[in-house]
């Protein structure tokens, strides 16, 4: 699949807004709609962002966003965005994320800001290094509990992120004379929640204590490894969290 098979356009009637809510349930495994069909319609009369992705002809993605502002400026929140299973390694996501981009800029928008699961590594690979885009902060159970199959009634812990629209804009700076912590995450968290969901909850309270806390105190994410590790840069006095520390 190339670039040159994806489609992706705006949604418009409501048997368009019924499709997405289907992609958006077969996503994320849930009998009940992530989405109503009317509250798509809604957010997309109000000048909103609903768009499906189609790959010959058969719905393969869907976005939501709505508008939002970002620290006093202009900003687009990309509520859901999900691809089926089947073409997620076929770069339909990174094609949507270029699109909203786009249709953000045009509009005069100078961010997309969003929330992911700082447990879930391709997720944070993909938000901070090939995106680029600025973790803001830390919001701990944001959602509340959630019952879908990849979630698996675990607490909603997530990261912020801002990306810009423009390239001008820059990554935030690290705090002077800032000391480098790095924080380890599960290989794979959705696996684990449904095999060893004691495992997983140890996973999610340890990022939440030493992430989150270095975040709450001005630390700055400046990258994610491969071996699925966050980079942050943060004040050097600060003693609260016990990772391995680097120069």
Same mark, same amino acid.
């Given at each position: 699949?190339?670039?040159?098979?994806?489609?992706?356009?705006?949604?418009?009637?409501?048997?368009?807004?019924?499709?997405?809510?289907?992609?958006? =349930?077969?996503?994320?495994?849930?009998?009940?709609?992530?989405?109503?069909?009317?509250?798509?319609?809604?957010?997309?009369?109000?000048?909103?962002?609903?768009?499906?992705?189609?790959?010959?002809?058969?719905?393969?993605?869907?976005?939501? #966003?709505?508008?939002?502002?970002?620290?006093?400026?202009?900003?687009?929140?990309?509520?859901?965005?999900?691809?089926?299973?089947?073409? =997620?390694? +076929?770069?339909?996501?990174?094609?949507?994320?270029? +699109? =909203?981009?786009?249709?953000?800029?045009?509009? #005069?928008?100078?961010?997309?800001?969003?929330?992911? &699961?700082?447990?879930?590594?391709?997720?944070?690979?993909?938000?901070?290094?090939?995106? /680029?885009?600025?973790?803001?902060?830390?919001?701990?159970?944001?959602?509340?509990?959630?019952? /879908?199959?990849?979630?698996? +009634? /675990?607490?909603?812990?997530?990261?912020?992120?801002?990306?810009?629209?423009?390239?001008?804009? =820059?990554?935030?700076?690290?705090?002077?004379?800032?000391?480098?912590?790095?924080?380890?995450?599960?290989? &794979?968290?959705?696996?684990?929640?449904?095999?060893?969901?004691?495992?997983?909850?140890?996973?999610?309270?340890?990022?939440?204590?030493?992430? #989150?806390?270095?975040?709450?105190?001005?630390?700055?994410?400046?990258?994610?490894?491969?071996?699925?590790?966050?980079?942050?840069?943060?004040?050097?006095?600060?003693?609260?969290?016990?990772?391995?520390?680097?120069?």
């Amino acid at each position: 699949m190339g670039d040159g098979d994806i489609e992706i356009r705006a949604m418009q009637s409501a048997e368009e807004m019924a499709m997405v809510g289907t992609v958006f =349930q077969q996503v994320w495994g849930t009998t009940t709609p992530i989405v109503t069909v009317e509250l798509l319609m809604a957010i997309s009369h109000a000048g909103g962002y609903v768009v499906g992705a189609f790959e010959s002809g058969h719905s393969v993605g869907a976005s939501l #966003g709505i508008l939002a502002d970002h620290r006093g400026e202009r900003a687009l929140h990309s509520h859901v965005t999900g691809v089926l299973p089947g073409v =997620q390694h +076929h770069g339909v996501g990174r094609l949507m994320k270029t +699109h =909203q981009r786009t249709w953000a800029a045009d509009r #005069g928008i100078g961010w997309i800001v969003w929330t992911f &699961d700082p447990l879930v590594r391709r997720n944070a690979w993909f938000n901070i290094e090939v995106l /680029d885009a600025h973790v803001t902060e830390y919001k701990t159970n944001f959602y509340g509990p959630m019952t /879908d199959s990849i979630n698996a +009634h /675990d607490e909603s812990d997530r990261l912020v992120v801002a990306w810009p629209t423009s390239d001008e804009a =820059q990554r935030p700076a690290p705090p002077a004379g800032a000391v480098t912590t790095r924080v380890p995450t599960p290989e &794979d968290i959705v696996v684990l929640r449904r095999t060893e969901p004691s495992t997983a909850a140890e996973w999610r309270m340890r990022v939440r204590r030493e992430l #989150g806390g270095l975040l709450d105190s001005g630390g700055v994410v400046t990258g994610f490894s491969r071996d699925g590790e966050y980079e942050v840069h943060h004040p050097a006095d600060d003693d609260h969290v016990d990772t391995e520390r680097e120069a």
